[in-house]
Structure formats: C-alpha cells, structure tokens
C-alpha cells in the first residue's frame, strides 16, 4: 500500500494560488467600483453643466474650502459669482447643489420631497422621530393633528405667560446694570425662550431663569450641526431653463445665500427697512427663518409672538447699544449664532412707561 504525501512546498504553492486568485478578484472589483464613480461623476458633471462652480479637487472636492468656521464667508462670495446656484462637491463622486435664487426656492418648497436622511440622523437621538424628521403619510398625520394646537385664537392666552418670563429676564438686566460692563444677551434670551416654553407646553410652575442663573462660560458655545439657515432635500432639479436631471441629487436651500444675494438685495449693507415692507418688489423673497411651503414651521406664530412680547417690554425699558468692541462674529451650526456671544450696554430709560399693564 502505497501513501501520498504532499511536500510542504507543493501545500505553500496552492496557498499562494489562492491568494494570488483573491488578490486578482478584489483587485478586479476595486477596478468595476472606480469605473462606476468615474462614470457617475462624469454623468453629474454633464448634469450640473449649467450650474458653473469654482475648479474642485476630483477627489476631496470643495471641503477644504469651508474649513475653520468660514463657511458664511464662502456662501457670500459664491453668491456674488454665481447668484443663482452653485454645486458644492463633497468629495469626488457626492454633489449638493446651494441655491439662493428667491424663484428656484420657491419651486422647491412648493414640492413635497422627503428631507435627506443622512444630513439629519444625527439629530434622531437627540429629539426622536417628531415632525422635523418624518416623512410621507406619518409626517401629514402628525402635521394634521397637531396644527390645531397653534391657531391663533389657542396662542393668545400665552401672551401673558411670554410677558411674565420677559419680566423675569429685565429684571435681572436691571441688577446688572451697575457693573458698568457689556451685558452678554445670548444666554439671558435663551433662558427666557425656555422659560416661556416650559410654562406653555407642560405648565411649569417654576422659573427657568431664577432656578438656572445664565453662566457666562456658555457664551458662543459650538453646537455643532448642519449650515445654518439651510434646508435639505432630496430632489431632481427640474427648474425653468434647465433640464431634470433623471435621478436624485441633494438640494441645499441656502436662507443665508439668499439673505446676502446682491441680485435680490441692492445695497444689502444698508438699513433699510422699507425693503420689506408689503408690496415692494423683495417683499415676497424675505424669507424668515421657518422656511416656506407645506413643511414650514408649526411654531412660527408662537415664535413671533414671543419676539413681539420680548422687543416691546424691553424697549419700554432699556436703551439698547452694540458694544464696539465686540462685534458678533457670526457662525454656521443648527442656528446662525454669535461665535462670540452678542454683548450689548444698557441704558435705563429716563422716567420708563409702566410695562405691567401695556400687554
């Protein structure tokens, strides 16, 4: 009886066969997968031809451009070279186009588009699944059942309750005042917000601001989040002029671009409130921060509620004065926020109206 035994060398040389093979298969779909984003890119560059773009790297794209919180910055010179759109390549193969012309805007927030899952995830953990999040059918019903709880004759009983938390906040500014020294408004107005919200959504009883003294180290604390201002959808671009594209592409609604946009906005840099008044010809591209369309925010009307409240008993009271010397240096993240806190001086109104009986 005869007994084959395999040489240690002929055993070495299947394994390097195998591995030779292995190494031949992954190296062959490494290949199919560049083809495919090679292909993909060159399908998004013949679609988004009509939205010219500054040269991006063919790999890295245009994120190192918005680097180091200059990110505002660059939507501003963006708007003056492209003022309607512009592409803004994440990396090789993954494009969002911004928009801050007032007309394709309004094509997209006419349309019911899901929002893109992946630029908003990161928020789920945070506030659960509610209405920014969801979609489709479930979103509409929540919507419906909930939009009766902010009619205006429901919000007008709250009133009193933004008053008293309004008060709260003056008061302590007017403690302050004999510390001769900016007065940072940031944190008292968002203790007062959240003073306002805790009393008219789940009755609380107590004060936000007396219970919780605001702490000067939270001053332009870095939330981190999307671009502020902006709004994100997943869409295909159909507007007036230009082709659909045919597939999906994310559209980033860009509120700030379209604040600064000289083609909107003549003279941008001058007060001039008459702009917006109704019936002049930027009337209708004002859009305020609750964005526009069927998906618009639910809570806009309590909102500017509580903003008339706070702006007519605070200028009932105090003079209010920028502080030169520290000039808000504003910041992209949830909200368009102050890097460096907004810093205010006070000046106590000679002889001040009574504001207790004025709302």
């Not at 919180?69 to 070279?81: A, F, N, S």
């Not at 509610?130 to 009619?151: D, E, I, S």
Request: hydrophobic share 40%; glycine share 8%; with cysteine.
């Amino acid at each position: 009886m005869s007994v084959s035994v395999l040489s240690p060398s002929r055993r070495l040389g299947g394994v390097s066969g195998i591995l030779q093979v292995t190494s031949l298969l992954i190296l062959l779909l490494l290949l199919i997968k560049a083809a495919q984003l090679y292909l993909h890119r060159q399908w998004l560059l013949k679609a988004l031809q009509q939205f010219p773009c500054p040269p991006s790297h063919w790999l890295f794209g245009h994120i190192q451009e918005f680097q180091h919180d200059q990110e505002l910055q660059r939507i501003q010179e963006r708007v003056k070279t492209f003022p309607s759109a512009c592409p803004y390549w994440i990396w090789g193969g993954k494009v969002r186009v911004q928009l801050y012309d007032p007309d394709y805007m309004k094509v997209i927030l006419g349309r019911s588009d899901p929002k893109s899952h992946g630029s908003y995830k990161f928020l789920a953990p945070r506030i659960g699944y509610g209405l920014l999040l969801l979609n489709g059918q479930t979103w509409f019903q929540h919507r419906r059942m909930l939009t009766p709880a902010f009619h205006n004759d429901i919000l007008k009983p709250y009133v009193g309750l933004m008053a008293d938390s309004v008060r709260v906040m003056l008061d302590k500014w007017e403690e302050l005042l004999g510390q001769d020294s900016p007065l940072e408004v940031f944190q008292h107005v968002s203790l007062m917000t959240l003073d306002t919200i805790m009393k008219s959504a789940f009755s609380h009883q107590g004060s936000i601001q007396v219970d919780r003294p605001s702490d000067p180290t939270e001053e332009g604390s870095t939330t981190e989040g999307g671009g502020a201002g902006e709004d994100q959808e997943e869409e295909a671009l159909g507007f007036s002029g230009h082709p659909p594209l045919g597939q999906s592409i994310m559209v980033l609604l860009s509120i700030y671009g379209l604040h600064h946009n000289p083609k909107v906005w003549p003279n941008l840099e001058v007060f001039d409130p008459s702009r917006f008044a109704p019936g002049s010809a930027q009337h209708s591209h004002a859009f305020l921060p609750f964005s526009g369309g069927s998906r618009n925010c639910i809570g806009k009307q309590f909102a500017m509620n509580q903003l008339k409240v706070a702006r007519a008993l605070t200028l009932l009271r105090f003079e209010l004065l920028p502080d030169p010397t520290r000039i808000p240096i504003p910041m992209a993240r949830l909200v368009l926020k102050s890097k460096n806190g907004i810093h205010l001086r006070l000046r106590r109104l000679p002889n001040p109206c009574e504001d207790k009986d004025q709302l």
